[in-house]
């Protein structure tokens, strides 16, 4: 008698609550006006049980950060930090290595710390040696940056950013990384790479790419494109060349994409909006390539990117520029929260913070053809990508 296969139960959330709208008349009563912007403000705690964010309103020459909130609860109830430990105004991530530790504002400036945190330099700036070749551009537009785990690169930084050649919408965009490995004392870059021939150029190309390190020691860069779909692309020496970008076969609107490497198991999380975008290349245009920015989810490869989970809905409605951060047995994913359909103005996005339980995450199956093909049906997994979780064949070659 042939068993039944048993259908994946549903991940069930543990939370959800807009911190902004709790907290707006204490913590975020100076942010009211303001954009609030959900990206990388988690930090790496030595502590089990304590998640940590830290915000800095978006002005020049600060070297400290205005907020700094913790929850001891598994993000149900936040308290303001206020022990001996000091945060610079970071936006990409605070990162350690023994009492050593570098704090990232995009790829614009540094601080450092040699005393664990108690402490901490001015604020240096990021340049590179290859400065040059981008004069002119303007300042990179970073939204993630990883230190290597492990490996011949173990300990280098690495973000990775986009330049604008004009203006986001109309003109389109270059791509690269940037690396150090002495601790800020010098900095180094990739080339940077547009899409190639015969793919159209503009309005963007690709943009706002996210970087993990996969289990294999090699990087994985993914970014959105105005292909309909995200793109990605792979650096075996530790950012400091890429290879030539390809399709993941995942539908997108031009919308910012995040992924996060699992500190102990090695799995890899993506969060997006899958999602089919519009036609229009007006960037304000409801029905534009950078639109609707609806459906956000999460999956999960344990097999360096290569094939992935049934895409958890996250939210269906207006959600978008999503981050990732695991502490405790908690997988947390926050985001930028919309009151409705239309494009507002920044300052009136929410921040909404969603919690999974963190074993949930990573023992959900791997896709198959049959759990799939709903997607494939409704545009929005290639089928070609959806080929990839097919049984090995065990035929060989003469």
Known sequence: MKKRKQKAKPIKELLRIDLREKYRDTYFNNWEGRDLSAHHRFVDMDREGIVRMVFALPLPHKNRADLV????????TWEEYYGPKIYPPQSLGIFSRGKYQLALRGAEEFWRSFDGGYTWSAAHRVTTADDLMVDGLGLPNAFSAIMISSGTYAGRIVIVADHFLGQEGPDGQL????????????????RLFFPHDPLPFGPEGFGE?????????????????????????????????????????????????Y?????????????????????????????????????????VSHDN????????????????????HFAGDRMFIMYQSSPDEEANPWHKYGLTLVAYNRKEVLTMPAWTMETIQPFIDAGLVAHWRALACQPKTTETVD
């Open 69 to 76: 909130i913790e929850s001891c609860d598994g993000g149900e």
């Open 175 to 190: 791509i690269g990384s940037l690396y150090t490995d002495d601790w800020g004392e010098s900095w180094h870059s990739s």
């Open 209 to 257: 790419p996210a970087v993990v390190e996969m289990p294999s020691g090699w990087l994985w860069m993914v970014m959105r494109s105005l292909y309909g779909e995200l793109w990605q692309c792979v650096s075996r020496n530790g950012g400091a060349s890429w290879n030539n970008p390809t399709p993941t076969g995942l539908a997108s609107p031009i919308a910012n994409c």
């Open 259 to 299: 992924a996060v490497r699992e500190p102990w198991t090695g799995a890899i999380v993506l969060s997006w909006n899958l999602t089919k975008p519009g036609t229009s290349q007006s960037f304000r245009d409801r029905g534009s390539l950078y639109r609707p920015r609806t459906n956000l989810v999460f999956s």
């Open 305 to 324: 990117c290569r094939t992935w989970t049934v895409p958890v809905t996250v939210e269906e409605q207006g959600r978008f520029y999503p981050t990732i």
